[in-house]
């Protein structure tokens, strides 16, 4: 009896949190289209992309929300959530594509109210981070 209604409360979990986690990320269609160069790598093409928009405020000191891009491994896994920031080979199913394309409100990235000093990604840009990421995130 007690075995069937841990299983009936951890269902009822899944259920409840599954389909939060789906609504959290922005409409897909509306990303950036994926830029046709192949062989991205993070050292060479993304991680200066990253420089003037985020690495300020997630570099290897007191990275904000423990969320870290200076180093691949770091950009992919995320920060303080369980989520995983980039899913290599799913540009869009990756929420930091979402954020970086403001997609997902009051998750946008850089945040709105400090982009005079941290300049958003260009469409440009975002299609490159995708390419790099449907590529697999080498």
Same mark, same amino acid.
């Given at each position: 009896?007690?075995?069937?209604?841990?299983?009936?409360?951890? !269902?009822?979990?899944?259920?409840?949190?599954?389909?939060? =986690?789906?609504?959290?990320?922005?409409?897909?269609?509306?990303?950036?289209?994926?830029?046709?160069?192949?062989?991205?790598?993070?050292?060479?093409?993304?991680?200066? =992309? =990253?420089?003037?928009?985020? +690495?300020?405020?997630?570099?290897?000191?007191?990275?904000?929300?423990?969320?870290?891009?200076?180093?691949?491994?770091?950009?992919?896994?995320?920060?303080?959530?369980?989520?995983?920031?980039?899913?290599?080979?799913?540009?869009?199913?990756?929420? +930091?594509?979402?954020?970086?394309?403001?997609? !997902?409100?009051? +998750?946008?990235?850089?945040?709105?109210?400090?982009?005079?000093?941290?300049?958003? =990604?260009?469409? /440009? /840009?975002?299609?490159?981070?995708?390419?790099?990421?449907?590529?697999?995130?080498?």
């Amino acid at each position: 009896m007690k075995s069937s209604i841990l299983i009936t409360a951890v !269902v009822a979990a899944t259920a409840l949190v599954a389909p939060r =986690l789906t609504a959290e990320l922005g409409d897909a269609s509306k990303l950036p289209p994926a830029a046709s160069k192949a062989g991205l790598t993070f050292d060479k093409d993304i991680k200066p =992309l =990253l420089e003037n928009s985020c +690495l300020k405020c997630h570099g290897e000191t007191k990275p904000k929300s423990k969320y870290r891009v200076d180093s691949r491994e770091a950009f992919i896994k995320g920060g303080s959530s369980d989520e995983a920031a980039v899913i290599p080979g799913e540009s869009a199913k990756s929420p +930091l594509l979402h954020y970086a394309a403001d997609l !997902v409100e009051e +998750l946008e990235m850089p945040p709105l109210d400090k982009r005079e000093k941290y300049p958003a =990604l260009t469409t /440009q /840009q975002i299609g490159i981070l995708r390419a790099w990421i449907d590529q697999g995130a080498k």
